[in-house]
């Protein structure tokens, strides 16, 4: 496997349920995010971490819920959710958080579809 | 206001034409301008970076930077039907966080 890989590819769950997605990056990289992209919106920073410490909750509901074991793995717990909270979650990794020229440069999965019925 | 505006299109032109996909931003900060390109079902994946001002050229690719103007462009010569995804403008300051635009769909009929 190379790059950042995202389990499960498409998701569909009740508004009762609890799920977890999983990122993985193959890449040695020290910093991992959480994104949400809906459709005609920016893509929505969620989570930051760094060396497995979570610098940055973007005012996320607390119905997601991170966690990030080691530097390689990081997953995103998930209940009673909302159906506008059905998106395309994507992982992305870099080597640093932004810094210097470009040590912050982010790689992608391909993401996770989630559909909340 | 936005902190980054991109026109969502979608733009449709014809193989071979030359394609120019811009943003504009509201913070005279950043510093390091990114385009990402996604395919269906797929991820950004970067395609090219720029810091500061200036041009930057990559094969049929050319990525421009007016920090004067607050506008960055990206400019595709030669589409082919392959281009075919949405492009997402990006940008951030030393240490800040990357904000992104809506992105453009982009379509090249062959």
């Known amino acids: 496997e190379t790059g950042v890989t995202q389990t499960p590819r498409h998701l569909v769950m009740g508004m009762t349920n609890k799920k977890s997605l999983k990122c993985e990056q193959h890449l040695g990289h020290n910093a991992m995010y959480w994104y949400k992209q809906s459709a005609k919106k920016p893509l929505e920073l969620m989570f930051v971490?760094?060396?497995?410490?979570?610098?940055e909750n973007n005012s996320v509901p607390s119905r997601f819920s991170p966690e990030c074991p080691n530097s390689s793995h990081l997953f995103l717990h998930l209940h009673t959710l909302q159906p506008e909270d059905s998106a395309l979650y994507l992982c992305a990794s870099s080597q640093d958080l932004a810094g210097g020229p470009f040590n912050g440069e982010q790689y992608f999965g391909p993401g996770t579809r989630l559909t909340v019925t | 206001q936005k902190e980054v505006e991109q026109d969502p299109g979608p733009l449709s032109v014809p193989e071979g034409a030359i394609v120019s996909l811009n943003c504009t931003y509201s913070?005279?900060?950043?510093?390091?301008f990114m385009w990402y390109r996604q395919y269906s079902r797929k991820g950004p994946e970067l395609l090219m970076y720029?810091?500061?001002?200036g041009n930057k050229e990559d094969g049929r690719f050319t990525a421009q930077v007016d920090k004067s103007s607050k506008y960055i462009s990206l400019f595709i010569r030669d589409s082919q039907p392959s281009d075919s995804a949405t492009y997402l403008c990006a940008m951030r300051n030393q240490g800040g966080k990357l904000i992104f635009g809506q992105g453009t769909e982009l379509s090249v009929k062959p």
């Open positions: 913070n005279s900060a950043f510093q390091y």
């Open positions: 971490y760094n060396f497995k410490e979570q610098t």
């Open positions: 720029t810091y500061s001002s």
